[in-house]
């Protein structure tokens, strides 16, 4: 047996134990750790229960997948909460009156958005788009984080409006047509300054957004550029400058960076309060922390990455003898990332001997554009046959018209048969979020579980919703 299967194997010895559960008996990926079910990048429910097949928050997924068609997203209501409690309890012990702010931009759907905004999150929203939704599913207005490197005069026309708790200015054009903008009724405009710290950090080039120079986003810490645009915001008569943001880079293991990203800050905060006597009263650290994809992944888990982020701002604000700011994050991809998975059903299998089997699924790069864009590496398993051991090493691919529309490049799943029903897990960040229409395929229905009850919470795309804003020629 090669390899890959054996070690496979062993995580699925370790990870599943037979637990008892009211009157059903079957077996559980126990939870334990922080990131979901121990080893698993499963939401926290999932199971097996006594047909054989996999459930997430007491539905079965084949069951689902026969109901409401596929490809399919599940999002596990539980896991959710519990992401967002864990925030919350980690600060507790540490800084009471932290902000925890949700990045939307991870998983806007609106009744994810009111999960979060139940749990007592903030929220952050880069668009007028992320802003509608964070207002419709029920934000207090000063709730709201308005990120964006290029917010239009309408988006902070409606920010403005809607009394948006802080703008995060991103550049000196926003900086003078917020303060042109604002002042009215005599109230001025809170706001922080994105600044970009200079950090590597260890993850794909597209999700590193801390480096120094060559970084379209915020005010660098590079020939005083970062200085300059805290003089600018002081002399704004309409805004109210209240402190600094960073976000260092996304998919992030270690909390090192994190603690470096917080020398780098509190280190500025104290030359600005020495060159302009500015006291920092808000600290934002961004989001970041990396999630399980695969078994074998390792992230910090969001304990260490809150405790660090605190110990680290309070150390280095004694250090540099300067009041602790007030301290806030932005976690996006930890709070939903592994809440959801995706299922596909198998359509067609080709195998090329002694090269590779294709395992064709009847979605793809639509509902799923990570792999494509960031080499990010997925595992399955098959609903229908969750207890039946790995055999074979297979390639699945999705139905678009690209040789890249490769969901996974190889993952060891049992034998694999058309009108099998594939799961995919940890897709709750960015999945949704970035689906597409391309050769317009409808999008994906998002169903929301809970307690054995099924909630649909994204409609499924209809091929007259892909018409409903063409107009047909000269008419
Ligand atoms: N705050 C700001 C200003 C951000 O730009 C982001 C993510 C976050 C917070 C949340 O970061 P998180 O905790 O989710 O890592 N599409 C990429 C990820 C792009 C992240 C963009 N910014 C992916 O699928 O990996």
Redesign the pocket.
């Known amino acids: 047996m090669d390899l890959r299967l054996q070690l496979w194997e062993s995580v699925v010895v370790l990870s599943w134990a037979k637990v008892e559960a009211g009157p059903r008996v079957f077996s559980q990926i126990s939870s334990m750790g922080d990131g979901g079910a121990l080893d698993m990048p499963y939401p926290l429910t999932t199971a097996i229960n006594r047909r054989g097949h996999l459930e997430v928050g007491g539905c079965d997924l084949v069951d689902l997948a026969y109901k409401y068609g596929t490809p399919l997203f599940v999002v596990d209501e539980e896991t959710i909460r519990a992401k967002c409690q864990q925030y919350v309890q980690a600060f507790r012990h540490l800084e009471e009156d932290a902000e925890i702010?949700y990045?939307s931009?991870?998983f806007g759907a609106l009744a994810v958005c009111q999960i979060i905004r139940e749990e007592g999150l903030f929220v952050?929203v880069?668009t007028g788009g992320e802003l509608y939704v964070a207002l419709r599913s029920g934000f207090p207005p000063h709730q709201i984080y308005f990120?964006g490197n290029n917010k239009t005069e309408e988006e902070i026309e409606f920010g403005l409006r809607e009394e948006v708790g802080t703008f995060?200015v991103d550049g000196l054009q926003e900086l003078d047509l917020l303060d042109r903008l604002s002042g009215r009724g005599g109230r001025r405009t809170d706001i922080l300054l994105?600044i970009t710290p200079g950090i590597e950090t260890s993850?794909?080039k597209?999700?590193q957004?801390g480096q120094i120079i060559d970084n379209k986003?915020g005010f660098p810490l590079y020939m005083g550029m970062a200085m300059a645009a805290v003089k600018e915001a002081l002399s704004k008569s309409n805004l109210r400058l209240r402190g600094f943001?960073t976000?260092i880079?996304?998919?992030?293991f270690s909390v090192d960076c994190f603690e470096k990203a917080a020398e780098i800050m509190v280190g500025f905060c104290a030359e600005v309060q020495n060159e302009t006597g500015f006291v920092t009263e808000k600290l934002?650290l961004?989001?970041?922390?990396?999630i399980k994809y695969r078994s074998s992944d390792r992230p910090a888990s969001i304990e260490e990455f809150v405790t660090t982020v605190v110990k680290s701002v309070r150390r280095w604000s004694d250090n540099f003898d300067l009041p602790s700011p007030g301290i806030a994050?932005?976690?996006?991809?930890?709070?939903v990332?592994n809440s959801t998975v995706t299922l596909y059903t198998v359509g067609g299998i080709k195998e090329v001997p002694e090269v590779r089997t294709f395992v064709a699924v009847d979605g793809g790069m639509s509902d799923n554009?990570?792999p494509m864009?960031?080499d990010?590496v997925y595992e399955a398993r098959i609903a229908n046959k969750a207890q039946h051991s790995p055999q074979q090493v297979v390639a699945i691919v999705g139905k678009h018209c690209e040789c890249g529309d490769i969901l996974i490049k190889e993952v060891a799943l049992p034998p694999v048969q058309v009108g099998d029903i594939i799961v995919i897990p940890a897709t709750g960040?960015?999945?949704y979020?970035?689906a597409s229409n391309y050769n317009l395929q409808p999008r994906p229905a998002v169903v929301l579980v809970n307690r054995g009850q099924d909630f649909v919470i994204i409609e499924r795309e209809s091929y007259q919703d892909l018409l409903r804003l063409h107009k047909p020629l000269r008419q």
């Open positions: 702010i990045a931009k991870a952050d880069s990120h995060v994105r993850t794909h597209y999700i957004t986003f943001h976000h880079g996304s998919q992030l934002n961004g989001g970041g922390l990396g994050i932005e976690p996006g991809r930890s709070i990332g554009i990570r864009l960031y990010a960040a960015y999945g979020a970035m």
